[in-house]
């Protein structure tokens, strides 16, 4: 790897390599937590190891904004068609719906439907990360240089060749920074999974605040904030030009 | 050729063009001006279908431009536009490239084209090629934008206001370079403007319009001299009609054979405007002036009397 590439990736190593060494430092990270807890019996959470947690969360956050980038991305692209136009409030309210209704809420109603376990907190975190992606591939598409659509269709460029090569690649770092909110946002989220039953790394927490357990606590937001951290900075280095 | 047979486009309520006629001959620069929203842009993009007519007929070489594919017509003509409309994400080599891609032509070949295209709009290829639209100066960009127009040879060339948001030395710089080029392309230009000097600069036909309708067309000198009514005639310049008329008038048209000795000593060239050459005589006090050819030789002389055009058959006003 060259200089100026390790100097560019720095910061999104560095948190990543700091978030591997708690998850699966062991003792290390136990007799720091010790010192966060001293009366406690045990201090490291003793259903799962960290790592599997730790991959557990990332795979779900991974699902659900996959899912929603998908269906944001998508669905601003389509309303903003000559065809779907009139479909955009629509669209761009559902979306900020999505938000203000709170994940737990969700998760209340989606247990009955689709049973304890990964599926409700998916369903939750998806709803609750749409409205950041579809708000930002709106906005980009829509903030677009007049003169630049005209140009290219006086060119006599079709639909697809104007999306794919002038409307996405100019609106791109819009909604890249969409997703970056989402995404993150949902790596915290997601902790909520763990009162439904989804072990990730919500579950120290839920089972450190039913024991009164400090140390559990800790560690589960110290390593959500890590991966928070990890892919955030990595979203910042992102920069995706057509 | 093109051809707008009583041409209609309405927008609601609204008609932004009505019942137009006009004939754009091959090699014809024709100049669309009159006042903002009086539908000059709307009838520039009815012709690459960037908009549909509502009413009448369009012909491109006498085939009905309903019958062409949209996108395949936009691609045999011609745009360029006052904001330029380049890609801010491509170089200036691919955005020059813009259409022969799309009309597959091999890389190599299109390569090629962009180059002759560069070099022949003044922007220097090691220098611009990879620069970013940003990077430009609005001249320089306004030079790629018509680069652009022209990258698939196109035979018909529609520019909308393309100099509009240039200072006057570089817009005067590049209408001249566009009066070169169509010397030697002979391409069929459609130029909208709302500047009256860059369209007597530039058109061999004049189209004036107002509310949607054609108030008049004809020559820059024809329109000068005999304006259709007073609408016409102050967006031709009032007062200055005159001058402006000088302004396009070249003295090798006006001067008389040389007469008696002695040769006048002022002297003008022979490609000079009667503009020029009135400006010659108030510098120098004098009422007549030899008419120099390409080497400097004496053919012929001009006095302010022909100028002005006293003594001519049919004068009067010039
Ligand atoms: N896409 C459109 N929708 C509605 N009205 C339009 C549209 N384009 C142009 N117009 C109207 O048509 C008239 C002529 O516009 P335009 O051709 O752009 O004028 P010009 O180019 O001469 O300034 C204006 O009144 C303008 O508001
Ligand atoms: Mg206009």
């Not at chain 2, 006293?310 to 009067?316: D, I, N, S, T, V």
Request: hydrophobic share 50%; aromatic share 6%.
């Amino acid at each position: 790897m060259s200089r100026s590439a390790f100097k560019r990736w720095r910061a999104p190593l560095a948190w990543c390599a700091l978030l591997l060494v708690l998850a699966t430092g062991g003792e290390w990270f136990e007799s720091l937590l010790r010192w966060s807890d001293p009366e406690a019996r045990r201090v490291l959470y003793p259903q799962a190891d960290l790592l599997t947690l730790l991959l557990r969360h990332l795979w779900v956050v991974a699902i659900a904004s996959g899912l929603a980038v998908v269906l944001g991305v998508g669905a601003a692209i389509l309303v903003t068609r000559p065809g779907g136009r009139d479909f955009l409030p629509l669209v761009a309210q559902a979306a900020s719906m999505g938000q203000t209704f709170p994940p737990v809420a969700v998760l209340a109603l989606a247990v009955p439907v689709l049973g304890f376990g990964t599926w409700p907190i998916i369903v939750a975190l998806l709803l609750y990360g749409l409205l950041p992606i579809v708000r930002n591939t709106l906005a980009g598409l829509e903030g677009l240089d007049p003169g630049v659509e005209e140009a290219a269709r006086g060119m006599g460029m079709g639909a697809a060749q104007r999306l794919w090569r002038v409307e996405l690649p100019l609106a791109a770092p819009v909604i890249l920074a969409g997703i970056r909110t989402s995404v993150t946002v949902n790596i915290a989220t997601a902790a909520l999974g763990a009162t439904v039953g989804a072990s990730n790394l919500g579950a120290p927490i839920i089972a450190g605040i039913i024991n009164g357990n400090t140390a559990y606590i800790l560690q589960g937001a110290v390593l959500i904030g890590l991966l928070a951290l990890t892919v955030d900075s990595l979203f910042a280095r992102l920069n995706w030009r057509g | 050729m093109i051809e707008l047979k009583s041409v209609t486009k309405r927008f609601g309520d609204e008609t932004a063009v009505d019942a137009i006629s006009l004939t754009v001959e091959r090699g014809e620069l024709c100049a669309l001006v009159g006042t903002s929203g009086c539908g000059k842009s709307t009838t520039l993009r009815m012709i690459n279908r960037l908009i549909e007519h509502d009413g009448g007929e369009i012909h491109i070489e006498g085939r009905p431009i309903r019958e062409f594919d949209g996108r395949l017509l936009r691609r045999r003509i011609g745009y360029a536009i006052q904001s330029t409309g380049l890609f801010p994400h491509w170089t200036v080599a691919r955005n020059i490239g813009l259409v022969p891609g799309l009309l597959k032509w091999p890389a190599a070949r299109v390569a090629e084209r962009v180059e002759e295209l560069m070099v022949m709009l003044g922007l220097p290829v090691e220098a611009f090629a990879d620069k970013y639209p940003a990077q430009l100066s609005g001249g320089q960009a306004q030079r790629v934008g018509v680069a652009r127009a022209l990258a698939a040879d196109p035979d018909i060339l529609l520019m909308d206001e393309p100099f509009g948001a240039l200072d006057p030395i570089t817009r005067q710089g590049l209408q001249a370079e566009l009066r070169d080029l169509q010397a030697r392309l002979q391409k069929t230009i459609v130029f909208v403007t709302h500047d009256m000097d860059e369209a007597l600069a530039l058109a061999d036909r004049l189209v004036v319009m107002n509310a949607g309708r054609i108030v008049q067309q004809g020559g820059p000198l024809e329109l000068l001299r005999a304006p259709a009514d007073d609408f016409v005639a102050s967006l031709l310049g009032g007062d200055d009609r005159g001058l402006k008329a000088a302004a396009i008038t070249r003295v090798g048209e006006r001067m008389l054979p040389l007469a008696t000795r002695p040769v006048p000593s002022a002297r003008v060239p022979r490609e000079a405007t009667l503009h020029q050459a009135l400006a010659v005589m108030f510098r120098e006090h004098v009422e007549r002036l030899a008419v120099m050819d390409g080497d400097e030789r004496p053919v012929g002389e001009i006095s302010l009397r022909r100028i002005v055009g006293a003594g001519r058959e049919g004068g009067g006003e010039p």
